[in-house]
């Protein structure tokens, strides 16, 4: 028998992306709710129940509901996409490249939380620093971070591409976040094994899909009389054996004019790049990605897949 998988959420922006990547996948059987009935807590309840594989693509709150929904059933096993488990002990975080046992882990989890957007790229490039020694776990990490506008689900789409909206936001690139207290960053602490919060100042741009992601450096703040040079070594070796994220050679990224922030957008990959002089007393890392790729639909059929090969 195929395993059944149920896209909660199927028919919005995160749940629309990975039935588009499921579409003629002939291993699996795709159980769907109308579109008409998806607030239907009876029916989500229902299919819920039916599935090996839940995918929860809901804000934070029906997510928690629909894990509540599931709470008599040892059987359905779950990724969720909200913020609502990133950080709980016994969920598995869904970032398989973050360190060698983490697929598997992802494999044999019964409950998998899909990461963030932005902290998909954050860890992704401090992980690997604090686990070779070169940035410490008091470090005053720094993220900042633009991403198209999809990242804000039906909400901020309507607003940006609908000048009719009462709400709609006519800027080409906007802050937001000011208040500092984003809710992307308990996972980025816990996962980038620091002890202090990072400072996190997000920005949305006027592009659908795509997102950089920095994290400044200054040399003489790090540990281990890191370089340049080094610090791209570490993030060479930790993400060696894998095809998902790519650490770009130093020689390559040198020569770049700039980057642009859609490079990757439609893909389910990571770019990472180092930059700085040799010798010099500043590094900025940077991190390439879709918001909806590997920061979300994307990541979220790599878990399923994972889970489903256990
Ligand atoms: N967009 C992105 O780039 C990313 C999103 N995520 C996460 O994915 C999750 C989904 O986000 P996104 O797809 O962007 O959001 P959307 O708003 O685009 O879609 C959410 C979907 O969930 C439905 N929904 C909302 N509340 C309920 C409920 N109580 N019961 C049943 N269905 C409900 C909505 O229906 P309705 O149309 O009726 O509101 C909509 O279809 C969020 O938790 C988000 O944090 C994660 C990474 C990146
Ligand atoms: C542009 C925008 O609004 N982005 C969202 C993050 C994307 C999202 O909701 O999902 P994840 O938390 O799962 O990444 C935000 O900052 O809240």
Same mark, same amino acid.
């Given at each position: 028998?195929?395993?059944k998988?149920f ?5 919005? =922006? ?17 159980l769907? %709710? ?12 229902d299919l819920l129940n039916s599935a090996? %594989? ?15 929904? =599931? ?48 902290? =998909? ?10 686990? *070779?020694?070169? %940035? ?21 789409? *309507? ?9 709609? %936001? ?141």
């Amino acid at each position: 028998m195929k395993p059944k998988i149920f896209i909660d959420g199927e028919h919005g =922006t995160t749940g629309l992306q990975i039935r588009t990547r499921m579409a003629g996948r002939a291993d699996v059987d795709l159980l769907s %709710i109308p579109e008409s009935e998806r607030r239907n807590a009876q029916m989500r309840e229902d299919l819920l129940n039916s599935a090996d %594989i839940a995918i929860l693509c809901l804000p934070d709150d029906a997510s928690k509901q629909a894990v509540e929904m =599931t709470a008599a059933n040892n059987k359905v096993r779950i990724i969720d996409t909200s913020t609502a488990f990133r950080v709980h002990p016994d969920w598995a975080y869904g970032f398989a490249e973050m360190d060698n046992s983490q697929g598997a882990k992802i494999r044999d989890a019964r409950h998998v939380a899909n990461p963030g957007c932005y902290p =998909t790229g954050a860890i992704g490039l401090i992980r690997p620093l604090r686990m *070779a020694g070169i %940035i410490s776990e008091y470090h005053s990490v720094t993220v900042n971070a633009v991403s198209g506008y999809t990242g804000g689900g039906k909400q901020l789409i *309507a607003q940006i591409e609908d000048a009719s909206n009462p709400e709609h %936001i006519d800027s080409p690139h906007f802050l937001y976040g000011l208040t500092l207290k984003h809710k992307h960053v308990p996972e980025m602490k816990i996962h980038g094994l620091l002890e202090r919060e990072p400072l996190f100042a997000p920005s949305v741009g006027k592009f659908p899909q795509g997102m950089i992601v920095q994290v400044p450096l200054h040399v003489d703040d790090l540990e281990d009389n890191a370089t340049v040079e080094s610090v791209h070594a570490a993030l060479v070796a930790h993400y060696a054996n894998q095809s998902i994220v790519e650490v770009v050679p130093l020689d390559v990224a040198a020569k770049l004019p700039r980057i642009n922030a859609v490079e990757l957008a439609g893909k389910d990959t990571m770019k990472l790049y180092v930059f700085g002089q040799p010798g010099g007393e500043h590094i900025n890392l940077v991190a390439l990605l879709d918001n909806l790729g590997k920061g979300a639909s994307g990541a979220a059929v790599q878990n399923m897949d994972l889970m489903l090969s256990a």
